[in-house]
């Protein structure tokens, strides 16, 4: 019989080496984040939608805030959504700070909140989004809670998506964190390692939604100056290209085998003066698109392009290269954006009373999708 | 006057009593069916075989009176008589689904010795006794309740899920099949019992003696050409006051307001949206439609129920402050996307390089399951409940949808399309399963280019590997024909 010592020596040494990686790569930050983010108090005193003069019963909800100034946090849109009053609490201060909304953009989802100056006892520490996507990253959450208390969690990086909103029109890059040991919706602040990555937006199975780094730097650099002008929206939709015979339809030649078909073209949005129904959309500033409307982006690998829209600020100029009658043609364009109350059916109305009159009892009102 | 109260009494019951009542073993029999109807989706398939039974009666000249819903579909008909062994197989002579009634015939003569044919009584009176005689279930021989009649209205016929005409509700017990019997009232039919109300206890229904000579009077021709319409849409308008100042009718005016006027009927040389119609022939019409009929108040189509299609009504109707008097011809008037359900035909279609289309039916809408009006597609509920709305144009027949696609190489990428309305090939609109059959059968195009409704992009097939392929395509999905068009649309 063989002496079976050996093997057991290399199983113990092994799992010693195992458990020490693990520990290093482990990064808290719940101390450095009690300066960093603040617990949100929201009372929501939305109107109702068929007798749109009364408003709907005062509800309360919460949600965390990322400083991004001394003074200011960032927190998704959805979050504050006909929002009446917003209270913060920070770590080391008993009483409510007044908060008042900057600017809300439910296209990128996301807010900035004004503090109160004369009330926040001392500055905010500021974050810098920085942490670069990494594919099976593990990720640390913080937030601060309704009794001040700084907590965490964690997840790994599953894959960066661009999936249609629940509420906006535009189609947004979000990162996906797997396996996450809490849910979190409402803004948790997502750290790779150090370096802030994102803020939490949505959680599902144990998975949870993240806008990026990339999408709040741009929205922080756009409301600077104090004007903002909003992400590109797309001003046309498309079909994927797959069927070869269409694509013989189209005359498109044997050597171009990708594009997406061009199915509507709108009145408003990014394209819509330039683009018509029929075009077959090959790539967008130089991206080539393959049959189903994706692009391998350098980082995020296969996006659809709608990124390459919604991740620029309108007045941005974005090249469309096109087949249409039987040769390729280049359009170069702005980026365009709209509110959504240009849309005929809005996609949604938050903050304001809905319009309406009445006529002999009967209610008329603005159709909403 | 205690004196002449009591003669009265003893009069009628004495009339009561001497009255024989008919032997019903003689007149009401057993009718057993073997069913088998069509799949609407894939049209030349047919379903399984399934058995019924129901009841029905002799009447003149040696046929048998039943529902229409106890013969649909059929493929061989047994008729019984109580007490009597054998077996004889009848046919349908004329069926009226939408009221729901069947004439069959018996070849063998000889079935009707010893028989008694029934006779035909007036509408019952509301709370009067009437007798329900059928085989329902729960027994081989025939069943006799008795019950009171409950109420007469109009309501819907169930068997087609469509049309509507009086019925007649009663307490006694209607069960599965009693169906097709005779309702008796004084040794008269006064109903043939069809449906129930399974919701509720004892509340069954009779098809009225006025329904029942209005069928047997339309097939008198030798022909049943259904019930008309005055091919119009009308609104309960005149409850709201400012309709009167809006359409210049005199304040003491009752009446129903014209919304839409049905495309090719006879009510388009004849009336307008915005007509105020206040008399039908002699029948004043009040606010809530309703004429003043049978000793109670009906809907005002209860004039045109009694009319066979081409016969005449009188219209009496307030247009821009002017009152007008009109004649208007009765016509059958469905709808372009039919809400009745259809029976004994199998559907026509077009089956071309693995896509089968059909029309636009009830029947196909009904391949969703019991939830269909949840279920089916929005585009075919909006087409389905406003099709009279929908459709402006006059040569449209029906609403084409691609129903099944029978997997090829040649249709691959055609998933998407499945279940939307074809609106053109190649430019060319599609008013009817003829122009698909048309389209496809021209062959000078490189490529068919089918265009859907709701769909923004085309669905291209090549036109000559789509005809190479076809044929072998139906042969392995085992597709009898390329095209069936035989029976009505």
Same mark, same amino acid.
């Given at each position: 019989m063989k002496n079976p010592r050996p093997l057991f020596a290399v199983l113990i040494f092994s799992l010693a080496v195992f458990s020490n990686a693990s520990a290093k790569n482990q990064t808290d930050l719940t101390e450095v984040m009690k300066n960093s983010i603040v617990y949100l108090n929201i009372s929501y005193y939305g109107y109702e939608q068929?007798?749109?003069?009364k408003n709907k019963e005062i509800s309360e909800g919460w949600g965390v805030g990322c400083a991004v100034t001394e003074n200011q946090v960032i927190t998704p849109a959805y979050n504050i959504a006909n929002a009446a009053v917003i209270e913060v609490k920070r770590f080391g201060q008993n009483e409510f700070i007044p908060a008042k909304i900057k600017i809300i953009d439910y296209e990128s989802n996301l807010a900035l909140i004004e503090l109160d100056p004369n009330t926040v006892r001392k500055p905010l520490i500021p974050l810098k989004f920085s942490a670069k996507y990494k594919k099976g990253a593990e990720v640390n959450f913080y937030w601060l809670s309704a009794i001040a208390q700084v907590y965490s969690g964690r997840g790994y990086l599953d894959r960066a998506t661009i999936d249609p909103s629940p509420i906006a029109f535009s189609r947004m890059l979000n990162f996906v964190a797997a396996n996450v040991s809490d849910n979190t919706n409402n803004g948790q602040l997502y750290c790779m390692g150090t370096e802030p990555l994102g803020i939490a937006c949505w959680s599902s199975n144990k998975e949870a939604g993240i806008i990026p780094a990339d999408a709040i730097n741009r929205f922080l650099a756009d409301a600077k100056d104090g004007s903002y002008n909003g992400i590109g929206a797309a001003g046309f939709s498309t079909t994927g290209l797959l069927d070869p015979v269409l694509r013989k339809y189209l005359k498109?030649?044997?050597?171009?085998r990708d594009g997406v078909y061009v199915s509507d073209v709108y009145t408003?949005?990014?394209g819509c003066n330039e683009l018509?129904?029929?075009?077959?959309?090959?790539?967008v500033d130089g991206f080539k698109l393959n049959s189903y409307g994706r692009f391998v982006h350098p980082q995020y690998d296969a996006l659809f392009f709608d990124y390459l829209i919604t991740s620029k600020t309108a007045g941005e100029k974005i090249t469309f290269d096109i087949w249409r009658d039987s040769k390729e043609q280049k359009i170069e364009t702005l980026v365009k954006n709209f509110d959504?109350?240009?849309?005929?059916?809005?996609w949604y109305d938050f903050d304001s009373q809905p319009q309406y009159f009445i006529i002999g009892g009967c209610i008329l009102r603005k159709s909403l999708s | 006057m205690k004196k002449t109260l009591f003669v009265l009494i003893a009069f009628l019951s004495a009339g009561i009593c001497t009255a024989e009542p008919p032997d019903m073993t003689k007149s009401v029999v057993m009718i057993q069916t073997a069913k088998q109807s069509y799949n609407?989706?894939?049209?030349w398939k047919q379903q399984s075989t399934t058995a019924g039974v129901g009841s029905g009666f002799i009447i003149a000249q040696n046929r048998i009176l039943t529902n229409a819903h106890n013969i649909s579909d059929n493929r061989f008909i047994i008729v019984k008589k109580e007490n009597i062994a054998k077996k004889y197989p009848a046919s349908v002579e004329f069926v009226g689904h939408d009221c729901d009634l069947a004439v069959l015939k018996i070849?063998?003569?000889?079935?009707?010795?010893g028989t008694e044919p029934l006779d035909f009584g007036q509408l019952p009176k509301v709370n009067s006794t009437v007798s329900t005689y059928g085989f329902p279930m729960g027994g081989e021989h025939i069943s006799v309740t008795e019950g009171v009649v409950s109420r007469i209205q109009t309501d819907i016929y169930?068997?087609?899920?469509?049309d509507s005409h009086l019925v007649v509700q009663t307490d006694a017990a209607i069960n599965p099949?009693?169906?097709?019997?005779p309702v008796m009232q004084d040794g008269k039919v006064i109903g043939v019992a069809f449906q129930g109300m399974l919701?509720?206890?004892?509340?069954g229904y009779m098809i009225p003696t006025t329904v029942i000579r209005h069928f047997l009077d339309d097939i008198n021709d030798g022909r049943y050409d259904s019930f008309g319409s005055l091919g119009v849409t009308l609104f309960p308008?005149?409850?709201?006051?400012s309709y009167y100042d809006f359409l210049k009718i005199p304040a003491d005016t009752q009446g129903v307001i014209v919304t839409n006027v049905i495309l090719n009927s006879s009510a388009e040389k004849v009336l307008q949206k915005d007509d105020c119609i206040t008399k039908i022939d002699d029948y004043d019409i009040d606010n809530d439609g309703m004429i003043a009929i049978y000793g109670t108040k009906h809907y005002m189509s209860e004039v045109i129920e009694q009319k066979q299609i081409g016969q005449k009504v009188i219209l009496t109707y307030w247009r821009n402050g002017q009152k007008n008097t009109a004649e208007l011809t009765i016509q059958l008037?469905? +709808?372009?996307?039919?809400y009745a359900r259809l029976y004994d035909n199998p559907p026509r279609y077009v089956c071309f390089a693995g896509l089968t289309f059909v029309s636009a039916s009830r029947n196909f809408l009904e391949?969703?399951?019991?939830?269909w009006l949840k279920e089916i597609p929005h585009t075919l509920r909006y087409l389905f409940s406003d099709s009279d709305k929908l459709?402006?144009?006059?040569?449209?027949k029906e609403y084409v949808v691609l129903s099944e696609i029978l997997s090829d190489e040649i249709n691959?990428?055609?998933?998407?399309?499945?279940n939307k309305p074809l609106e053109n090939i190649n430019g060319t609109p599609i008013m009817s399963l003829d122009d698909v059959k048309k389209a496809f059968e021209n062959?000078?195009?490189d490529f068919y280019i089918l265009k859907f409704m709701n769909s923004d992009r085309p669905l291209p097939i090549e036109a000559k590997k789509a005809h190479q392929r076809n044929e072998f395509i139906l042969k392995k999905y085992n597709v +009898?024909?390329?095209a069936f068009m035989e029976g009505q649309i």
């Amino acid at each position: 019989m063989k002496n079976p010592r050996p093997l057991f020596a290399v199983l113990i040494f092994s799992l010693a080496v195992f458990s020490n990686a693990s520990a290093k790569n482990q990064t808290d930050l719940t101390e450095v984040m009690k300066n960093s983010i603040v617990y949100l108090n929201i009372s929501y005193y939305g109107y109702e939608q068929y007798q749109p003069w009364k408003n709907k019963e005062i509800s309360e909800g919460w949600g965390v805030g990322c400083a991004v100034t001394e003074n200011q946090v960032i927190t998704p849109a959805y979050n504050i959504a006909n929002a009446a009053v917003i209270e913060v609490k920070r770590f080391g201060q008993n009483e409510f700070i007044p908060a008042k909304i900057k600017i809300i953009d439910y296209e990128s989802n996301l807010a900035l909140i004004e503090l109160d100056p004369n009330t926040v006892r001392k500055p905010l520490i500021p974050l810098k989004f920085s942490a670069k996507y990494k594919k099976g990253a593990e990720v640390n959450f913080y937030w601060l809670s309704a009794i001040a208390q700084v907590y965490s969690g964690r997840g790994y990086l599953d894959r960066a998506t661009i999936d249609p909103s629940p509420i906006a029109f535009s189609r947004m890059l979000n990162f996906v964190a797997a396996n996450v040991s809490d849910n979190t919706n409402n803004g948790q602040l997502y750290c790779m390692g150090t370096e802030p990555l994102g803020i939490a937006c949505w959680s599902s199975n144990k998975e949870a939604g993240i806008i990026p780094a990339d999408a709040i730097n741009r929205f922080l650099a756009d409301a600077k100056d104090g004007s903002y002008n909003g992400i590109g929206a797309a001003g046309f939709s498309t079909t994927g290209l797959l069927d070869p015979v269409l694509r013989k339809y189209l005359k498109l030649p044997d050597e171009i085998r990708d594009g997406v078909y061009v199915s509507d073209v709108y009145t408003i949005g990014t394209g819509c003066n330039e683009l018509k129904k029929g075009d077959v959309l090959l790539s967008v500033d130089g991206f080539k698109l393959n049959s189903y409307g994706r692009f391998v982006h350098p980082q995020y690998d296969a996006l659809f392009f709608d990124y390459l829209i919604t991740s620029k600020t309108a007045g941005e100029k974005i090249t469309f290269d096109i087949w249409r009658d039987s040769k390729e043609q280049k359009i170069e364009t702005l980026v365009k954006n709209f509110d959504v109350s240009q849309m005929l059916v809005p996609w949604y109305d938050f903050d304001s009373q809905p319009q309406y009159f009445i006529i002999g009892g009967c209610i008329l009102r603005k159709s909403l999708s | 006057m205690k004196k002449t109260l009591f003669v009265l009494i003893a009069f009628l019951s004495a009339g009561i009593c001497t009255a024989e009542p008919p032997d019903m073993t003689k007149s009401v029999v057993m009718i057993q069916t073997a069913k088998q109807s069509y799949n609407y989706s894939t049209p030349w398939k047919q379903q399984s075989t399934t058995a019924g039974v129901g009841s029905g009666f002799i009447i003149a000249q040696n046929r048998i009176l039943t529902n229409a819903h106890n013969i649909s579909d059929n493929r061989f008909i047994i008729v019984k008589k109580e007490n009597i062994a054998k077996k004889y197989p009848a046919s349908v002579e004329f069926v009226g689904h939408d009221c729901d009634l069947a004439v069959l015939k018996i070849y063998d003569q000889s079935f009707f010795d010893g028989t008694e044919p029934l006779d035909f009584g007036q509408l019952p009176k509301v709370n009067s006794t009437v007798s329900t005689y059928g085989f329902p279930m729960g027994g081989e021989h025939i069943s006799v309740t008795e019950g009171v009649v409950s109420r007469i209205q109009t309501d819907i016929y169930v068997h087609t899920g469509a049309d509507s005409h009086l019925v007649v509700q009663t307490d006694a017990a209607i069960n599965p099949g009693n169906s097709g019997g005779p309702v008796m009232q004084d040794g008269k039919v006064i109903g043939v019992a069809f449906q129930g109300m399974l919701a509720a206890d004892n509340i069954g229904y009779m098809i009225p003696t006025t329904v029942i000579r209005h069928f047997l009077d339309d097939i008198n021709d030798g022909r049943y050409d259904s019930f008309g319409s005055l091919g119009v849409t009308l609104f309960p308008g005149l409850h709201n006051d400012s309709y009167y100042d809006f359409l210049k009718i005199p304040a003491d005016t009752q009446g129903v307001i014209v919304t839409n006027v049905i495309l090719n009927s006879s009510a388009e040389k004849v009336l307008q949206k915005d007509d105020c119609i206040t008399k039908i022939d002699d029948y004043d019409i009040d606010n809530d439609g309703m004429i003043a009929i049978y000793g109670t108040k009906h809907y005002m189509s209860e004039v045109i129920e009694q009319k066979q299609i081409g016969q005449k009504v009188i219209l009496t109707y307030w247009r821009n402050g002017q009152k007008n008097t009109a004649e208007l011809t009765i016509q059958l008037n469905r +709808p372009i996307f039919e809400y009745a359900r259809l029976y004994d035909n199998p559907p026509r279609y077009v089956c071309f390089a693995g896509l089968t289309f059909v029309s636009a039916s009830r029947n196909f809408l009904e391949t969703w399951g019991k939830d269909w009006l949840k279920e089916i597609p929005h585009t075919l509920r909006y087409l389905f409940s406003d099709s009279d709305k929908l459709n402006t144009d006059r040569n449209r027949k029906e609403y084409v949808v691609l129903s099944e696609i029978l997997s090829d190489e040649i249709n691959a990428y055609a998933d998407g399309f499945i279940n939307k309305p074809l609106e053109n090939i190649n430019g060319t609109p599609i008013m009817s399963l003829d122009d698909v059959k048309k389209a496809f059968e021209n062959k000078d195009a490189d490529f068919y280019i089918l265009k859907f409704m709701n769909s923004d992009r085309p669905l291209p097939i090549e036109a000559k590997k789509a005809h190479q392929r076809n044929e072998f395509i139906l042969k392995k999905y085992n597709v +009898p024909a390329w095209a069936f068009m035989e029976g009505q649309i």
